[in-house]
Nanobody, 122 residues
Framework: QVQVTESGGGLVQPGGSLRLSCAAS????????MGWYRQAPGKQRELVAV??????TYADSVKGRFTISRDNAKNTVYLQMNNLKPEDTAVYYC?????????????????WGQGTQVTVSS
């Protein structure tokens, strides 16, 4: 009923920039939060940035370099990543907490994208 789909990963040199996009689709009543997590090899998945109607939250490691934004009309969230560092290399996963309407009821669920690889290397 609900899907989230990412795009925009790739290989970039240190100091470079990338923009990730994530679109939510399906029987959406309300998007409560959308954001990005990442997982590097051998490490746990960690929060990168999350946006709600009232706030943006960033990991300390990306503050001042990454910017999260959303287009409500398109149910899409973006992550602009500037001044990328090798330690930003990871698989980036889109996350969304969505309220949807189904069979006469409102339900809220957490949804994840399939992940997109970001590699920062010279």
């Amino acid at each position: 009923q609900v899907q989230v789909t990412e795009s925009g990963g790739g290989l970039v040199q240190p100091g470079g920039s990338l923009r990730l996009s994530c679109a939510a689709s399906g029987s959406i009543f309300r998007i409560n939060a959308m954001g990005w997590y990442r997982q590097a090899p051998g490490k746990q998945r960690e929060l990168v940035a999350v946006i709600t109607s009232s706030s943006n939250t960033y990991a300390d490691s990306v503050k001042g370099r990454f910017t999260i934004s959303r287009d409500n009309a398109k149910n899409t969230v973006y992550l602009q990543m500037n001044n990328l560092k090798p330690e930003d290399t990871a698989v980036y996963y889109c996350y969304a907490r969505i309220t949807y309407y189904s069979d006469g009821l409102y339900n809220t669920g957490d949804y994840w994208g399939q992940g997109t690889q970001v590699t920062v290397s010279s």
